[in-house]
C-alpha cells in the first residue's frame, strides 16, 4: 500500500484522543468542518481542489495488520484500544464544495459528518489534501489571468515537496487554467497534457551545439523544440536559419525555441527579429525560469513570447507557501460547538454557502448561514458522499478545469487583478450569528 | 507501486532526450552532479539530507509493463524506444556528502556516474528528494541552535504538501535535532520518536472542560498532557488544581500543559505562576502555534516554556520554501562539461571538497577542487554506490542525527545564529579553475 492510503498518515494526537474516546465510550456523529481562516496578502480569491483525493481517502480508510501490530507494539496505545481500530472505516458524509469552485475565508469547503472517531482521525490528512492544492491552484490561477491564450506549462516536480506535491501541484495547476505539465506520471494519471524538450545537458552531451539540434529534430520531427541558451542564445538562434532549410529539405520543421535564462524578454525580441527576418516565423517562442505571475503580466506585456514554463514558485505558492486554514469541530451529539481561541474562533454548526449574482452571472455576495436556513442564490456545498461511499463517479479532471474556468470568468474584475483588491462580500447570516451567541451562552468551561 | 518509486515521476523532456540518445546510439558515461547555486538568505549553512531515499530510488529504478504500455501508447514516442526501456535498471556509481553534513554553495552533495540515458532519467526525483530534504533539515537545524535543550517536535504534517513531504520533513527535521514528530507513519517507517496530545475538538466533544482533561489523564496516566487555551487560558490553568489533587490519589499526574494561542510568552508566564503557586512545579508548560527559529528564540529568552510544537513554517521553509539548486551534466564520454547560461554557469568536472577545520575541530574553510586532486582537510565526498547498488547498509536515523549534531556543533559560531552572517569561505582550487578555462577554449559552440 502507498504511504499516501495509510490512516497512520495522522498526527499522534488523533490517535490518543480516540484511546480516551475509546475509554468512555464516546461515538457520537460529529460534524466537522475545513475552511481556510483569513485570505493570503497577495490573493483575492481562493480556488478549491483536492476534494477528490480526500473522497479516496475517506473510501479506502482502514488500518493493515501490520500497521495495527505496530501500533500495539509501539508504547503509546493499550491492546484493547488497538483492536478496536481493526474494523474501523468511514461510515459518515461528506458535504463539500466541487473542485474549481472560487471560495473565501470562513466558508466551508467541505464537511464532515460522521462517529467522532471517524471524523476526528482523519482530520491531518484531509487537511493535508485540501490545503495543498487550494493553495496550488488559487496560485496556479493568477498566473493564468495573468497571461490569457498563452501557453503555461508546469515545470515545478523537480523543487516541489516531495513525489505527491509534484503530482497535486500538476493536477492543481491544469485544474486552474494551465494548458499541461511537464511531469509524465501525471499525465498517466490523469490524462493531462505533456510538454517537453531537451535539457542544456543535452547540448552539452555533443561537441558542437546545433549536431545538438539537428539529432532532436530529426527524432521529434512532428514537435522540434530547441533549448537555445546553453551558451549563446543569439548566436544559437542564428545558427537555425541554415538548419531549418536543411530539415526543411526532409519535411521537418523547427516548431519551437526555449530561452531558459538571461533577460528573457530581451532575449525573445532579439530572437524573434532573428527569426522573422530569416522567415521563420512561424516559429513559436517558449521562455521558463523563475516565473511567476508578476513576471508573466510584464512579460506578456512586453516580449514576443507564446508560451511559458512556470514551476518553482507555483509549486511552491513561494511568496505562501501555506494557508491559514483548520478542520474544526462545529457540532457533536446534535449540539453546535464552537472554538473560542484568541484569534482562532470558529462560527459554529453546520453551515451553507449561497453565491449571489449580478448583471452577466458576475459574482455579487456571498452569504453564511447555517445549513438548514435556505436563502436565496446558489447553494455551494453539496453532499458528495453517503455511509462511507461517493454518490457519484469521480469527475474527470477536464470537467473540473472547464467548471474551474466558468468560475473564473465570473469573478469581479477587481478580483481579477494581481494586486490587492477590496475584500468580496461575505456576509454571515443573522440566523447565524444569533447560534453562535446562543453557544457562547451555553458552552459550560466550569 | 507506490508513484514515489516509479520511473515515471520524471519531467518529459528526460524521456524526449532518450529517445534522442537512442536515435543517435549515444550512452556514454556522464557525470551529473548536484548543488547549490546560491545560499538562501536568512541561512548561513545548508544541511545535507536524502541520501538515503536518492538511493532507494536508484536501486529500485525500472518501468512497470503498465507503464511501458502507457508510453508506447501517449502519442510522443516511438515502440522502438519505448521497447528498449524495458530492461533499464541504475547500473552506475553514486558519490555523495553523508547525509548530517554541512555544506555550502557550489559544493556538489551528489555526483551520479552513469551512461547517460540512466543519469539523465533520474534528474527530476533525484532532485526532487535531495532539495527538498536539505531545505527542511537547514530550516528546521535553525530551530535547534535557536532553542537548545528544549523539546522540539514536528508538528507539519497538515499543511506540509502532501504525504511525501509530511513524512520527510519529519524525517530531515529529525535529523537537524528535533526531538521528534507528531506523525505516526514517520515513527513507524524511521523509529523517530512521537509526540501528541489532543485537539480543541476533544474539549468542545465535552460539555465541561474539565471533564475533557479528566477523561484524558485517566485514558495516558503516564503522559498525560492537557490543551488548555480552548476557552480562557489562565481559568484552565486554575482548573487543573483541584484536578491535579484528584488524580494524585489514583497515582495519576499531569505531566505538562499545552498553550496554542495568544501571546505564547505572556500565557506561559502567568501560566507558570498559576501552577508553581500551587505546587504544581514540575508540570511543564508546551507551546505551539505559528512558530519558527526567530519565535523560538524569544520565548526561550522571555518564557518558562519547556517544549514546543513546531509545524507549518518549518515544514514548508515558510521563508524560502525552494533552493536554487540544479544537477548538472559536468563530463560525458570522459571530457568535462560546462555550462555558461547567463548567472547560471557551472564548474566542471568530477569534484571534491576538502574541509580544514581550526582549534577544537570548528571548519575554518573548505576547498574546491577536482577529484583527483588530493589537497589537505576532509574530504566530504565519499562513493556510495557502485554498478547500481549501494556500497554498505542503511544507517539508521539516529546514527545520522548525532553525525549531523557534531557537524553543527562544528559550525563557526557567526554561522550559528539567525542573523545572517559573512559567507563561510569556500576557494575553488587553481586546478578547477585552470579546467574550467580549458573547458571553455575547447567547447566548439559553431
Same mark, same amino acid.
Given at each position: ?6 490512516a497512520l ?5 488523533q490517535l490518543?484522543?480516540l484511546q480516551?474516546?475509546h ?38 480508510l482502514h488500518f493493515t495488520a501490520?500497521e495495527l501490530s505496530?501500533l500495539a507494539?509501539?508504547?503509546?496505545f493499550?491492546r484493547d484500544f488497538v483492536d478496536s481500530l481493526e474494523g474501523l472505516r ?27 472517531r471517524e471524523?476526528?482521525l ?21 498566473? &493564468?489571468?495573468?497571461?490569457? =491564450?498563452? %501557453? ?6 523537480? +523543487?516541489?515537496?516531495?513525489?505527491? *506535491? #509534484? /503530482? ?88 519551437? &525555441?526555449?530561452?531558459?535564462? =538571461?533577460? %528573457? ?6 530572437? +524573434?527579429?532573428?527569426?522573422?527576418? *530569416? #522567415? /521563420? ?166
Amino acid at each position: 500500500m502507498s504511504s499516501a492510503e495509510s490512516a497512520l498518515l495522522t498526527d499522534l494526537y488523533q490517535l490518543t484522543m480516540l484511546q480516551a474516546y475509546h475509554d468512555q465510550g464516546m461515538n457520537d456523529i460529529a460534524a466537522f468542518e475545513f475552511f481556510v481562516r483569513k485570505m493570503p496578502e497577495n490573493r483575492n480569491f481562493l480556488l478549491a481542489a483536492g476534494l477528490e483525493q480526500a473522497v479516496e481517502f475517506l473510501e479506502n480508510l482502514h488500518f493493515t495488520a501490520e500497521e495495527l501490530s505496530w501500533l500495539a507494539s509501539c508504547g503509546h496505545f493499550r491492546r484493547d484500544f488497538v483492536d478496536s481500530l481493526e474494523g474501523l472505516r468511514f461510515t459518515g458524509e461528506v458535504h463539500a464544495m466541487p473542485e474549481g469552485t472560487v471560495f473565501f475565508p470562513d466558508e466551508p469547503i467541505l464537511r464532515v459528518i460522521a462517529p467522532i472517531r471517524e471524523a476526528q482521525l482523519v482530520e491531518s490528512r484531509l487537511i493535508n489534501l485540501l490545503q495543498f492544492q487550494t493553495l496550488i491552484a488559487s496560485k496556479a490561477a493568477r498566473s &493564468v489571468l495573468a497571461a490569457p =491564450g498563452k %501557453l503555461l506549462v508546469d515545470f515545478g516536480l523537480r +523543487r516541489a515537496h516531495g513525489a505527491e *506535491a #509534484g /503530482l497535486l501541484s500538476a493536477r492543481a495547476s491544469y485544474l486552474a487554467g494551465f494548458t499541461g505539465s511537464a511531469t509524465v506520471l501525471a499525465g498517466m494519471r490523469w490524462g493531462i497534457p505533456l510538454y517537453g524538450t531537451m535539457a542544456h545537458s543535452f547540448i552539452q552531451a555533443h561537441s558542437i551545439e546545433v549536431e545538438a539540434f539537428e539529432h532532436f529534430a530529426r527524432a521529434f520531427p512532428q514537435n522540434c523544440v530547441l533549448l537555445i541558451d546553453t551558451y549563446d542564445t543569439e548566436a544559437a538562434a542564428a545558427k537555425l536559419i541554415p538548419l531549418a532549410r536543411k530539415l526543411a529539405a526532409d519535411g521537418i520543421s523547427i516548431r519551437a &525555441v526555449r530561452i531558459d535564462s =538571461g533577460d %528573457l524578454g530581451e532575449h525573445a525580441r532579439r530572437v +524573434r527579429r532573428i527569426l522573422d527576418d *530569416a #522567415g /521563420l516565423n512561424d516559429v513559436e517562442i517558449f521562455a521558463s525560469s523563475s516565473l511567476d505571475e508578476y513576471k508573466l503580466r510584464e512579460l506578456v506585456a512586453s516580449a514576443p513570447i507564446d508560451g511559458f514554463g512556470v514551476g518553482t514558485r507555483m509549486n511552491t505558492s513561494a511568496d505562501k507557501p501555506y494557508l491559514d486554514c483548520a478542520y474544526k469541530l462545529q457540532e457533536y451529539a446534535g449540539r453546535p460547538r464552537r472554538k473560542r481561541s484568541e484569534g482562532k474562533a470558529t462560527w459554529p454548526g453546520r453551515k451553507q454557502v449561497y453565491r449571489r449574482c449580478g448583471a452577466a452571472g458576475t459574482f455579487s455576495e456571498d452569504l453564511l448561514t447555517t445549513d438548514d436556513d435556505v436563502q436565496s442564490g446558489v447553494p455551494l456545498i453539496l453532499q458528495v458522499m453517503k455511509e462511507g461511499r461517493r454518490m457519484a463517479p469521480p469527475l474527470n479532471l477536464a470537467e473540473i478545469r472547464d467548471y474551474a474556468a466558468v468560475q473564473l470568468a465570473a469573478l469581479p474584475e477587481p478580483l481579477r487583478g494581481l494586486e490587492p483588491a477590496p475584500a468580496y462580500p461575505v456576509t454571515v447570516s443573522y440566523r447565524l450569528r444569533e447560534l453562535a451567541r446562543f453557544v457562547d451562552a451555553s458552552i459550560e468551561v466550569g
